[in-house]
């Protein structure tokens, strides 16, 4: 079976679908919550990332094990998936980075980083860090 034909399998395309949903959840949670620390409760800008992204990445790690991959935890995958996370935070900082060198819009530069990151990330979650 070709490449093309194995992408375009309906479990992928569901996979596909609950990916982008997590993510566009994930997306909301942490300019939501960043936005009502900084903003509403005066915390620091610094802190409050640390915090949001912290807890996204706990609950992300949970929500990709049950509902997309329906794995079982072991310390495995557990450092498999915060491994991948160190190395994609490098390269979206690069990216990011990039753009900002680039002078394109700061958002315009997170929007590509996204939508460049995205499907690397999800080949990755599938075939390295939740395989069994």
């Known amino acids: ?3 093309l034909k194995k992408i375009g399998k309906p479990e992928n395309i569901i996979l596909i679908k609950k990916y982008v949903s997590l993510s566009l959840v994930g997306y ?3 300019f939501l919550v960043l936005y009502l620390l900084v903003d509403y409760f005066e915390m620091n800008k610094s802190l409050a990332f640390i915090m949001v992204y912290s ?3 706990i609950l992300l790690y949970v929500l990709q094990l049950k509902y997309l991959f329906n794995k079982q935890h072991d310390s495995a995958k557990f450092l498999r998936f915060y491994g991948t996370l160190l190395f994609f935070y490098i ?3 690069l990216l990011y980075n990039l753009g900002i060198y680039l002078e394109l819009n700061y958002l315009l530069s997170t929007l ?3 939508i460049v990151l995205m499907p690397f990330r999800l080949i ?3 075939l390295y860090v939740f395989k069994d």
């Open 124 to 126: 990755a979650s599938k």
């Open 28 to 30: 909301a949670y942490v």
């Open 55 to 57: 807890s996204w990445y």
């Open 112 to 114: 590509i980083t996204v």
């Open 1 to 3: 079976m070709s490449k």
């Open 91 to 93: 390269c979206a900082n």
